[in-house]
């Protein structure tokens, strides 16, 4: 029947239909905002990624693939366990076997009973003695942004456990670029962020903005539940890619994860993917069972202001009274350090802020009486030639920056070149 479903919608490009629940709007930027009762409709067939590989966000191990030889895993275990398929909004993690051999059993406290297999256990001593040090750090790094996800996937009645699906994809790293160019903390390729609302372009790159990227996974992966009726089965796609488990599905006369593993028709980290999110959760709900200590995070907080032209980041950092590491941090979606010149674009501030911003941007001449282009600086390049080449003067392009005479120009970066116009009284 799924097998039937997947072909079905593979032939004819059906759309699938979902409402965007109501209380997840509250973290919607207006572009995306909808309706009571509007639909949205996005195509079922497509690729996650657009080859399968072995490979891991840039920075990061190749997991399940870099392991000590005593902990290599090969994908082939004879009798793979099968997991106990739940429906969206029901808990996730509930793993059998048939072979009391490979399991042992644990009495821990969880939403549900957990046995654990020796292809499990392999993967936890990969991320608690292989890379322990990295796992931490993915762990304090997700509790920042948990509330948020949490609050997500609730609303799209996804399994409270799917939360941490975002540790084996890149440990929430919001720069987290793979091989094959997969970005952000929950890696879309950039044909799969584009159907699903990402805005990727030479200014930003939504696929790094923690909110819109999670909102866009929670209903990718809700819509692979609906097509394979199997959160396995839509892990593996949202791995290795709708088509190709599909097909794996068809050519295996399967319609279970677990029945893929035994056969050659989808690659090793496929195979490996659910049991390492399977142990990745097992250390997420009870890090100190594991060995880690993790700290009370603050929560990720901000305000947005909206700007109706350019600016520099380090001007809107001084207008604001931050420091520009942590305006920056909180708008990872910008390519440049120049907001992009749309008619309206949300700048996060740290809470508190917002008004300073405001008030202060209205004093600077370079943001209020005059119009800029924008110039990104050269290698070897000083301010005064910059500003020589454009007929303008050194103070000038200091005000409108908001920089001193100790700036030093860096290569890459972005300057606002002003040019006088006339104000109306």
């Known amino acids: 029947m799924r097998i039937r479903f997947?072909?079905?919608?593979?032939?004819s490009g059906i759309l699938t239909a979902g409402v965007v629940p109501t209380e997840a709007r509250a973290w919607l930027p207006d572009?995306?905002?909808?309706?009571?009762?509007?639909?949205?409709?996005?195509?079922?067939?497509?690729?996650?990624?657009?080859?399968?590989?072995?490979?891991?966000?840039?920075?990061?191990?190749?997991?399940?693939?870099?392991?000590d030889p005593t902990l290599s895993i090969d994908g082939s275990t004879p009798s793979s366990p099968p997991v106990v398929e739940s429906a969206p909004g029901t808990t996730l993690l509930e793993v059998t076997t048939t072979d009391p051999l490979e399991a042992v059993e644990e009495t821990l406290d969880f939403d549900v009973p957990i046995v654990r297999t020796s292809k499990i256990d392999k993967h936890i001593q990969f991320f608690t003695f292989h890379i322990r040090d990295r796992f931490e750090l993915w762990l304090h790094r997700f509790e920042r942004h948990r509330p948020m996800v949490e609050q997500i996937f609730a609303e799209f009645n996804l399994p409270a456990d799917l939360i941490f699906l975002s540790l084996v994809e890149s440990g929430f790293n919001t720069h987290a670029v793979s091989r094959s160019k997969a970005v952000g903390p929950w890696q879309?390729?950039?044909?799969?962020?584009?159907?699903?609302?990402?805005?990727?372009?030479?200014?930003?790159?939504?696929?790094?903005?923690?909110?819109?990227?999670?909102?866009?996974a929670a209903q990718y992966l809700r819509d692979l539940y609906h097509l394979f009726g199997s959160w396995p089965?839509?892990?593996?796609?949202?791995?290795a890619g709708e088509r190709r488990v599909g097909r794996a599905l068809v050519r295996a006369h399967a319609d279970d994860f677990w029945d893929l593993t035994d056969t050659k028709l989808i690659k090793r980290e496929t195979k490996e993917y659910v049991p390492r999110f399977l142990a990745a959760t097992l250390i997420a709900k009870d890090p100190s069972r594991y060995g880690f200590l993790i700290s009370p995070q603050t929560p990720v907080e901000y305000e947005e202001v909206v700007l109706t032209r350019p600016i520099p980041l380090r001007m809107a950092a001084k207008a604001a009274g931050v420091s520009y590491e942590d305006l920056k941090s909180l708008n990872p979606e910008l390519r440049k350090d120049l907001t992009p010149p749309y008619p309206s674009y949300r700048l996060k501030v740290p809470v508190g802020s917002k008004d300073?911003?405001?008030?202060?941007?209205?004093?600077?001449?370079?943001?209020?009486?005059?119009?800029?282009?924008?110039?990104?600086?050269?290698?070897?390049?000083?301010?005064?030639?910059?500003?020589?080449?454009?007929?303008?003067?050194?103070?000038?392009?200091?005000?409108?920056?908001?920089?001193?005479?100790?700036?030093?120009?860096?290569?890459?970066?972005?300057?606002?070149?002003?040019?006088?116009?006339?104000?109306?009284?």
């Open 6 to 11: 997947f072909l079905l919608g593979l032939l």
């Open 31 to 67: 572009r995306y905002r909808l309706d009571e009762g509007l639909h949205l409709s996005v195509p079922l067939v497509f690729a996650q990624s657009g080859t399968e590989s072995d490979e891991s966000p840039v920075g990061d191990p190749p997991l399940g693939s870099t392991l």
């Open 188 to 216: 879309f390729i950039k044909s799969t962020g584009k159907t699903y609302g990402l805005r990727v372009d030479n200014w930003i790159d939504e696929r790094r903005d923690p909110v819109k990227s999670t909102l866009a």
């Open 233 to 239: 089965l839509a892990m593996a796609a949202y791995n």
């Open 356 to 425: 300073l911003l405001l008030s202060n941007l209205a004093t600077y001449p370079g943001w209020k009486h005059v119009q800029a282009t924008r110039y990104k600086i050269r290698r070897g390049e000083t301010l005064l030639r910059i500003a020589t080449r454009h007929h303008t003067s050194l103070s000038a392009i200091l005000e409108a920056n908001a920089l001193d005479k100790s700036y030093r120009p860096k290569p890459g970066e972005w300057l606002l070149i002003p040019q006088a116009v006339k104000v109306k009284s």
